[in-house]
């Protein structure tokens, strides 16, 4: 995978160098509110080291899950993969692991490893799949790009689009031999329900707080991104004219779709 690292930060991090000199760079003060730096843990610079050279390599030899499907939807993938920048940073507070952000007119891609976690170095753990849904982002906005000004409904449904295609092209292994239970179902109906009530909500503090854990939290509580990943693995036939038609109206399609 042709790709620039920028190690920098996580490297300052594990020399024990004071975090004065890297707390400051702009990608902490991107979420609009101010720094959201905090102080990274010295205690955890040797596993840290180790997870900085396991998806080093990993990244290294990245190729994407169901390929095939991927790169129909986003013709433009191979380009995106072999132009961007991933930051190996520490310093961000949970729940922010993984994210994409634009600097400059550039994509960058963001891995915090200390929120990754110790886990992360279990034999069983890749990074392919956040590569790939973050990639997945990064294509999609250079077709439906994240306006600013939509309103609170507006904003449900691209979270849904937008969090719904990255996260469900980059979850099942096979995305051909793909069987939807009854696990899932339920995990549906659970995401539309709470959706739905989102919907409804007229108070704007709350809209507020529900714009948040519609794509954050607890994987399964996540409304908006799990609505929207259950309802394209229900419709993974019609998964190339649902990406065509765009957001606009895809709360109510997922809600419309037992």
Sequence with gaps: MSVIIDS????????????????????????????????????????????YD???????????GNSTLV??????????????????????????????MEHDGKSFMIF????????SLNDNFS?????????????????????TSLSYKENL???????????ALAYPENIDEFIF???????????KSKLLEAIAETDIKKQKELLILADT????DKFASIAGKLYLLKNINEIDSIYQEGWHGFANKIIACS
Aim: glycine share 6%; hydrophobic share 35%.
């Design 112 to 119: 915090d490893l200390i929120q990754f976690g110790e886990n």
């Design 71 to 100: 790169k129909s939807l986003f013709p433009d993938f191979d380009e995106v993969s072999g132009n961007f920048t991933i930051m190996l940073v520490v310093g961000f507070p949970d729940p922010y692991d993984a994210m994409v």
């Design 8 to 51: 920098s930060i996580v490297q300052k991090y594990i020399n024990g160098e004071k975090t004065n000199t890297y707390k400051e760079s702009w990608i902490y003060s991107s979420f609009g509110r101010g720094s959201v730096f905090e102080e990274p843990d010295p205690a955890n610079k040797a596993w840290v080291s180790k997870l």
């Design 217 to 220: 939290g607890k994987y399964w």
């Design 157 to 167: 449904c691209y979270t849904a689009f937008d969090e719904g295609f990255a996260h």
């Design 127 to 147: 990074c392919h799949r956040i590569l790939t849904h973050e990639l997945i982002h990064i294509c999609l906005h250079n077709q439906y790009p994240q306006l």
């Design 54 to 64: 396991k998806l080093t390599n990993q990244i290294r030899n990245y190729k994407p």
């Design 181 to 191: 239970d009854e696990f899932l179902q339920e995990k549906f109906d659970h995401a």
